[in-house]
């Protein structure tokens, strides 16, 4: 972490932004390939709600990434920035087979997550090769609200309900060329993984027609020093394993699929902000950041962890501080945590904002979404920039208008 760089970023663009530094996506992509080297047919999807923004995108397009997209609009994203139809993944939940339509119109890939939906697909595209999400009832991720796998799950097709897809298979209704599981994000647990690779493996048995296996994302990364991450290597031993046995049985040759999303952008990213006051009582010492959960909502909605760096005086003497945002509403960033004395006007920077930083801000309290920019190589690029008051208002009708 460049202290004197981001602190200029500070200086030239005014705060609160949200800085990338392009060179950290390398290295993190380079960590994937370096952990799964004993793989030898897989594809990386970058899982483009993690950051959206076009630049971002059509870098990840330049490492020779496809991306995998939550919704019609990220689809067509993708298309936009160049993408190769082939290169994009649609993995929707829950979505009317309209946007399904659209989405086979585009000829890109599609991950179906329900037999009401399969059926729907079915109808209009009788026998035609389709990938489908499996819940592999397996309670992985950090927390309740990013574990999607577990049986009670919205997201994928039951496991009672394989048999009936099987069933439409045989019928000639679809063909199952794809089988897709994701089972959260920030799984520490290797076991968790595991249980997955093991049932989707053991699923893809039966599906004569199978050609890849998509094992979704959720590779955790550390969050502080010393923290829990993903083993890559162990878990690219698992996948190997079923691979091998998979390949051999079947005499397939099995592509397999990844969909990093925060693995490749968390650590890239910061949220750099200013310090408004520093407010005390007998109670607390609040450093009130010119930011809150508008920009960076994952402490209030996980209590996700984010190291906080004070960039103006990075190495004084620590106190404990209870950093928070300017919401009229409860925006803790980071509660008693130590970082090096904080005056009123320093530059402050919450790390790990790569990923659900932007691309889950809102305008909340009418409050302006931050700029954004990288930095690549030497340089900063603006990529977005700082929302103006009347952007605030476009798209809304004023009916009392005279
Ligand atoms: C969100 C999501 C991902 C990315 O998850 P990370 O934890 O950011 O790696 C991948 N695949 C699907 C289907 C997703 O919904």
């Given amino acids: 972490m460049n202290i004197e ?27 994937i390939k370096q952990g799964f080297n004993t793989l030898n047919n897989y594809q990386l999807f970058f899982a483009a709600k993690a950051l959206s923004n076009i630049s971002i995108l059509k870098y990840m397009n330049n490492l020779g990434l496809g991306l995998d997209a939550a919704s019609i609009e990220e689809v067509k994203t993708g298309i936009k920035c160049g993408f190769d139809k082939n290169k994009i993944l649609f993995t929707p939940n829950g979505i009317d087979l309209s946007e399904i339509k659209e989405a086979m119109s585009f000829g890109v890939k599609i991950n179906l997550d329900s037999m009401e ?4 697909f079915s109808d209009s595209y009788p026998n035609q090769s389709i990938s489908i999400r499996i819940n592999p009832d397996v309670l992985a991720g950090a927390n309740e609200n990013v574990s999607v796998g577990h049986v009670k799950s919205k997201f994928g097709i039951p496991e009672e309900q394989i048999y009936d897809v099987l069933k439409m298979e045989e019928e000639g209704k679809i063909k199952v060329t794809g089988l897709h599981i994701h089972t959260g994000s920030d799984i520490i647990e290797n076991n968790h993984f595991e249980v997955g690779i093991r049932k989707i493996f053991f699923h893809a048995y039966r599906f004569k027609n199978i050609e890849t296996i998509d094992l979704g994302g959720g590779i955790k990364i550390p969050y502080f020093e010393g923290d829990t991450e993903t083993n890559l290597k162990k878990y690219a031993e698992v996948i190997n394993e079923e691979v ?8 397939k040759n099995i592509r397999l699929i990844f969909e990093p999303g925060k693995f490749l952008v968390s650590d890239s990213g910061y949220l750099i902000t200013k310090v408004n006051y520093v407010k005390k009582s007998s109670h607390y010492t609040l450093v009130q950041l010119n930011s809150g959960f508008n920009h960076l909502i994952r402490p209030t909605l996980y209590k996700s962890y984010h190291e906080i760096i004070n960039l103006s005086n990075p190495d004084d003497e620590k106190f404990e501080y209870s950093v928070v945002g300017y919401m009229c509403e409860k925006d803790t960033f980071a509660e008693s945590r130590m970082i090096s004395r904080i005056s009123k006007d320093d530059i402050i920077c919450i790390k790990n904002s790569g990923a659900y930083g932007f691309s889950m801000a809102s305008n909340y309290n009418s409050r302006l979404k931050p700029t954004e920019v990288c930095i690549i190589g030497n340089k900063f690029k603006i990529i977005r920039e700082r929302e103006k008051f009347e952007d605030l208002f476009r798209g809304q009708i004023d009916i009392f208008k005279d």
């Fill in 5 to 31: 760089k981001l602190k200029k970023t500070a200086q030239n663009f005014g705060t609160p932004l949200y800085v990338y530094d392009l060179s950290i996506i390398d290295k993190q992509l380079d960590k």
């Fill in 117 to 120: 939906s399969l059926q729907d």
């Fill in 244 to 251: 091998l046995r998979f390949n051999l049985k079947t005499k």
